[in-house]
């Protein structure tokens, strides 16, 4: 009884032996788990590659919003322009804000960049549900 709990009971205690662990180092040092080690190195390099696809298509993703978000702001800029202008000018030039050519250039650049800010707020939180 002394003897079978040194050694290592495997059916009341499962701890493998020395002689056991030898074996499996042997066995994995001469190659002979390579088809298990192989099958587990292509379910990993599937893993990977899904996970490399993914991250592409978030990058194209993200620069595709980039572009859209410069796109916008470049054709606001050019909307804008000429009222920024003619109001700049008419301020400049000393005239007078109660002129209606005035301040409807003025409301113009006001309302318009409130109203595009209101409209992206709205789309950004519709998305974000």
Known sequence: MRTAELVGDTA???????????????????????????????????????????MKDQRADRRRSRSLVLATLLLVVIALGPFIWRVADDIIGGEHLSDMATQFSLWACILCPAVLAAVVVAGWSRSRS
């Open 12 to 54: 009341a205690n499962p701890v493998p032996t020395a002689s056991a662990q030898n074996a499996d180092v042997l066995a994995a040092l001469a190659g002979r788990h390579a088809g298990r080690e192989r099958a587990v190195a292509e379910n990993t390099r599937r893993v990977v590659m899904a996970s490399l696809g993914v």
